[in-house]
């Protein structure tokens, strides 16, 4: 066998040690004890050595608050933003500094999104912009985001929030219902991350881009019938993954969120039909309650921004221990 000695070596870290050196004391008495002197240095394979603080590993406290969480300036779109969990996502990217723009089949936004972009123009000096689009017109989709990147020089993030939900048993689906789902929650996905991917290696920037999934990509619903949807929330999972061992070369990070159930205004109207799944589903999971949209804020920001900038291929999943037990 061929010895690995060589290469392990090189591949070694630097390692950090203390040198001390003894000098008299400058005071000029007998008894005086010597003065130690300490310096930290640190040592590469190779025995070459630079003093402390000076490498550029070296830890340091910096002047910014967290910066690598900073979207300052940066060009970002959220697919299903006109409302609810991408409206959300949006809010949180405008409060990192990002010019957000909001993509949603919807023809007009709802009534909250014009006060948090005008919110965003005079207090966060950034801008919130709604564009209507079908992520299924591949057309309209395309020309969109490459006007959008156009105007701005760049195209840095996207957060794919747009997805549709039928419950419907697997012996009464339809084909055409069964289409219609995977058409907007994998197809229409598939093509706003590469609408977004062409634009970012276009300006040869590259760029973050996050997929909204579903911990019912992993598991099956106790108590919900919705087989397509589930099906489809796997297929965004796998997704990510082949994005993101494709565009890395690019330097094109993907990863994928997947939310617990979240209360939202649709399922507060679920509930009001099946009143049962509002005591049954937070004993569920682990924390013993559901979440709000709030709680998926920081991770957006989080895989948009250089604090995940060493994170690709992975699946986030944010379910109270749901998935878990």
């Known amino acids: ?13 630097r390692i950090s040690h203390t040198v001390c050196a003894i000098r008299p004391s400058l005071i000029t008495s007998t008894r005086a004890t010597p003065r130690v002197i300490c310096s930290q240095q640190r040592f590469s394979s190779d025995g070459s050595s630079t003093p402390a603080g000076k490498s550029a590993d070296a830890p340091f ?12 300036d940066k060009v970002v779109l959220v697919s299903g933003g006109a409302r609810g ?5 949006a809010e949180a990217l405008l409060e990192a500094g990002a010019i957000v723009y909001a993509l949603d089949v919807l023809q007009e936004p709802s009534p909250g999104f014009h006060n948090i972009a005008s919110r965003a123009e005079k207090e966060l000096g950034t801008s919130l912009h709604y564009r209507q689009v079908d992520v299924r017109d591949v057309p309209n989709l395309n020309k969109t985001v490459s006007e959008i990147a156009d105007k701005h020089g760049r195209l840095d993030g996207l957060i794919a929030a747009a997805g549709i939900q ?11 219902d069964a289409n219609r789902m995977f058409a907007v929650n994998i197809t229409g996905v598939f093509m706003t991350a590469q609408a977004v991917a062409k634009q970012m290696i276009k300006f040869g920037n590259g760029g973050s881009i996050a ?12 108590g ?16 990510g993954r082949n994005l993101a061992s494709e565009w890395g070369e690019y330097n094109i990070r993907v990863n994928t969120i997947s939310p617990g159930y979240i209360v939202t205004k649709m399922v507060e109207n679920l509930f009001v039909e099946f009143p049962e799944r509002q005591t049954e589903w937070p004993k569920q999971n682990m924390l013993g309650r559901l979440s709000a949209p ?4 920081g991770a957006g920001v989080f895989l948009i921004s250089d604090a ?12 109270g221990g749901h998935s878990s037990w």
């Open 1 to 13: 066998m061929a010895s690995t000695s060589r290469p392990l070596l090189r591949a070694l870290p």
């Open 61 to 72: 406290l910096g002047t910014t608050r967290l910066p690598e969480f900073s979207l300052k």
């Open 85 to 89: 969990l991408g409206l959300t996502q």
């Open 166 to 176: 039928q419950e419907t048993p697997a012996l009464e689906y339809s084909a055409e």
């Open 211 to 222: 997929l909204i999934a579903s911990m019912s990509g992993t598991i099956a619903n106790r």
């Open 224 to 239: 919900l019938i919705c087989p397509a949807y589930n099906a489809s929330k796997a297929g965004v999972i796998q997704l």
């Open 294 to 297: 709030k709680e998926y804020r």
């Open 308 to 319: 995940s900038s060493f994170m690709t291929g992975s699946d986030l999943r944010i379910d």
